[in-house]
């Protein structure tokens, strides 16, 4: 398992380019596994659908387990770290107002077949795409608002935070 620190994540963001975001959405694979990224955040909202395997997402509220067939909704701005294990993911990047989120938190959803559809046809258009060709805009656009209906349907998946520093070794290291 690699762990990268604040630095080295920064820098794999940077790398990804997941640090420069444009137009309303756009789809990224992370082909790294086994990486524990600390903690960060993204100007976008992330949504991370789990395609095979597992991933856990902590936030100062609670850690999060993504499972196979499942969706993780991360808010724009939103402090996180992510564990990518074994997990074959998506993740589509939506600008800020491109959804309505209320309770702007972390969230496991239910993923229905349209959702995992959607998910995976957007994987053809990169960051920067949806700047330039008006299919990727409309259809970043039109996935964005079904995101608010998508929200809806939390699954409780999430355990809280431990505050006792033992605790939160502990956590880390079973993690």
Same mark, same amino acid.
């Given at each position: @398992?690699?762990?990268?620190?604040?630095?080295?994540?920064?820098?794999?963001?940077?790398?990804?380019?997941?640090?420069?975001?444009?137009?309303?959405?756009?789809?990224?694979?992370?082909? %790294?596994?086994?990486?524990?990224?600390?903690?960060?955040?993204?100007?976008?909202?992330?949504?991370?659908? %789990?395609?095979?395997?597992?991933?856990?997402?902590?936030?100062?509220?609670?850690?999060?387990?993504?499972?196979?067939?499942?969706?993780?909704?991360?808010?724009?701005?939103?402090?996180?770290?992510?564990?990518?294990?074994?997990?074959?993911?998506?993740?589509?990047?939506?600008?800020?107002?491109?959804?309505?989120? %209320?309770?702007?938190?972390?969230?496991?959803?239910?993923?229905?077949?349209? @959702?995992?559809? @959607?998910?995976?046809?957007?994987?053809?258009?990169?960051?920067?795409?949806?700047?330039?060709?008006?299919?990727?805009?409309?259809?970043?656009?039109?996935?964005?608002?079904?995101?608010?209906?998508?929200?809806?349907?939390?699954?409780?998946?999430?355990?809280?935070?431990?505050?006792?520093?033992?605790?939160?070794?502990?956590?880390?290291?079973? %993690?």
């Amino acid at each position: @398992m690699k762990r990268l620190n604040a630095e080295e994540t920064t820098e794999r963001l940077h790398d990804y380019r997941l640090d420069q975001p444009r137009g309303p959405g756009f789809a990224f694979r992370d082909r %790294a596994l086994q990486t524990f990224y600390d903690w960060h955040a993204h100007d976008y909202h992330q949504l991370i659908y %789990a395609i095979a395997g597992t991933t856990l997402i902590e936030t100062a509220a609670g850690r999060h387990l993504l499972p196979t067939g499942r969706a993780a909704w991360i808010p724009a701005a939103t402090r996180h770290r992510t564990l990518v294990a074994d997990i074959e993911g998506a993740s589509l990047y939506f600008a800020p107002d491109a959804v309505a989120d %209320a309770q702007s938190r972390v969230r496991i959803l239910v993923a229905s077949p349209v @959702m995992r559809e @959607m998910i995976l046809h957007a994987l053809r258009w990169p960051l920067g795409a949806s700047e330039t060709d008006p299919v990727a805009a409309s259809f970043f656009r039109t996935l964005g608002l079904m995101c608010g209906e998508w929200l809806e349907s939390e699954l409780p998946l999430a355990l809280p935070s431990a505050v006792h520093p033992g605790i939160r070794k502990a956590m880390d290291y079973a %993690a």
